[in-house]
């Protein structure tokens, strides 16, 4: 987590010191009117590192990925788990129908109906 966070903090330093830059350019330092509001701006969007590191941001893209790919294969194998017992009980049913079939047919046969 540490590497994390001081790689979250160079990106920002790196960032904004290049936004500074551009901005201010080096030659006008001496008369350049740096504002709070564009400090409180670099603060406010520091609060959510995703938007200045990228690779955690795509880190968190994958996790939350991961979740839901986990979450969409577990439904899977219920469905999986279901349409097995459907296979079951449709064979058993099967079986018992023949098995009736072939009761009934003994049964009838000796009563012929002319």
């Not at 551009?22 to 969007?45: M, V």
């Not at 790919?69 to 788990?81: C, M, N, P």
């Not at 449709?90 to 009736?100: G, I, P, R, V």
Request: proline share 3%; glycine share 2%.
């Amino acid at each position: 987590e540490d590497i994390v966070a001081r790689s979250v903090s160079s990106g920002i330093n790196a960032e904004y010191g290049d936004d500074f830059l551009k901005k201010y350019p080096k030659s006008n330092w001496s008369r350049a009117p740096f504002t709070d509001a564009d400090i409180t701006k670099q603060f406010e969007t520091a609060q959510d590192p995703t938007q200045i590191d990228h690779l955690m941001k795509i880190q968190t893209d994958l996790d939350e990925t991961k979740v839901i790919l986990y979450d969409t294969i577990e439904k899977v194998l219920e469905r999986g788990e279901k349409l097995e017992d459907i296979v079951a009980r449709s064979e058993n049913l099967s079986a018992t129908s023949k098995q009736f079939y072939k009761t009934a047919k003994s049964t009838n046969s000796c009563c012929v109906i002319l």
